[in-house]
């Protein structure tokens, strides 16, 4: 489990770190971005706790946690807590200042692009793929398990909301990607998957001739044996293609040559970072929330890593 930027322990000051994000907060409320403000404690040489480069998404998570100002989930101050990063009041400002830039980017929230609704993301209680929606129209975007319907036995008990969800996998999958040896990690990943998408399109490719060889039996098998055969063969195309879109998307990762994964990954559009994440990853599996637990959402998901 990460520890909270800021802290070396609960109400134990981090000296640089807790400097680091008071002089953003600083930055912040005089008017920087949060991408600019990212940029200059890169600069200064700051990092997260896992050593990677800052970006927006996360100093936004940091900041926007109860404990910079030593407060618990509902607002209200733990007893005891210690030194804390920020002053409740400043805590207060960051949040209104993070609520009205999120208000005037009302079309960037409507198209917001998931990161991981290629079935990446797994109920954890019951397996099944979890899906981007909104509660209402004005809402957060969430990650859910679907309600169950006929023939889908889904739990639909499962919600996480999609930003603390994907902070939580951004900040993993670039702290493994600073790991030695990860550059080559990746590339043997990515030679695997473009091994894959070929021998699918030999498959694809060879569709023809099996429902042509199929033609020819049309005489010696019954009706229903053949429109068996004929169907198990068309669902067999159709997956096929079905995975083949799905593996061109990340053999298309324009990763040749990049030597700065974190800053590749802040400027790159949002289909490459969904093909990273897909390489990177089989499966994020997204627990319920345990009574009283979870506070911090990295402690509510379970990567399954490719290897
Ligand atoms: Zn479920």
């Given amino acids: 489990m990460a520890r909270l930027s800021g802290y070396q322990s609960r109400g134990v000051l981090h000296p640089q770190e807790a400097g680091a994000l008071r002089k953003a907060a600083s930055r912040l409320f005089a008017g920087q971005n949060k991408a600019e403000t990212c940029r200059w404690m890169n600069r200064e040489g700051y990092r997260t706790t896992f050593g990677n480069e800052w970006v927006p998404e996360v100093l936004t998570r940091v900041l926007s946690h109860p404990r910079m100002a030593g407060l618990d989930s509902d607002g209200n101050p733990i007893e005891d807590f210690g030194a804390t990063v920020l002053t409740p009041d400043e805590y207060r400002r960051v949040l209104a200042l993070f609520a009205e830039q999120r208000s005037q980017q009302p079309e960037a929230r409507e198209a917001f692009e998931y990161l991981l609704t290629d079935g990446e993301a797994e109920c954890g209680s019951c397996q099944h793929a979890m899906v981007g929606t909104r509660v209402t129209g004005d809402a957060d975007p969430s990650y859910r398990c679907p309600p169950p319907r006929a023939r889908q036995p889904s739990c639909g008990r499962v919600r996480m909301n999609a930003d603390r969800l994907e902070d939580s996998v951004t900040e993993e999958v670039l702290a493994e990607l600073l790991r030695p040896g990860a550059q080559e990690h990746l590339a043997r ?26 033609r020819n039996m049309r005489n010696v098998l019954v009706a229903a044996a053949y429109a068996a055969a004929e169907k198990a063969t068309k669902d067999d195309l159709r997956q096929s293609r079905n995975r083949l879109r799905f593996l061109e998307q990340m053999t298309d990762l324009p990763i040749d040559g990049v030597t700065n994964l974190v800053e590749w990954w802040n400027s790159a559009p949002r289909s490459s970072q969904r093909a990273l994440v897909c390489v990177e990853i089989a499966k994020v599996r997204v627990l319920a929330v345990g009574r009283g637990r979870h506070r911090d959402p990295s402690e509510r998901i379970e990567i399954e890593w490719r290897t």
């Fill in 189 to 214: 990943l990515l030679a695997d998957i473009r091994a894959e998408a070929e021998r699918l399109k030999e498959h694809i490719a060879g569709a023809e001739k099996r429902f042509e060889e199929l």
